[in-house]
């Protein structure tokens, strides 16, 4: 099992930056990559960026690309979103997240909020 834990969000006007982190434990068999995904209320949770665990590839929403940056550490099981240009539409619970892909199985943190006000 992994279990995944969610910092650095909080209040930021647009314009603003911040940096999430993710700090990952438990076994890692079986898995490839790590992302990051947001939620406002009712709507379905969205793929906000994505990262290879061992080439480092990388994947990213249209809304986000050119302002997002995410990245890892493999040795401290780390993984980052810097995330610059805040704008009030991407106010959002973020959750990170990594993939099982043999079984198939989701792991996510608890979420932490991000507000960019106008």
């Known amino acids: 099992q992994v279990q995944l834990v969610e910092s650095g969000g909080g209040l930021v006007q647009a314009g603003g930056s911040l940096r999430l982190s993710c700090a990952a434990s438990g076994i890692f068999f079986g898995i490839n990559a790590m992302g990051w995904y947001r939620q406002t209320p009712g709507k379905q949770r969205e793929l906000v960026a994505s990262i290879t665990i061992s080439g480092g590839s990388t994947n990213y929403a249209d809304s986000v690309k050119g302002r997002f940056t995410i990245s890892r550490d493999n040795a401290k099981n780390m993984v980052y979103l810097q995330m610059n240009s805040l704008k009030p539409e991407d106010t959002a619970v973020y959750y990170c997240?990594?993939?099982?892909?043999?079984?198939?199985?989701?792991?996510w943190g608890q979420g932490t909020q991000v507000t960019v006000s106008s």
């Open positions: 997240n990594t993939k099982r892909t043999w079984p198939s199985y989701d792991y």
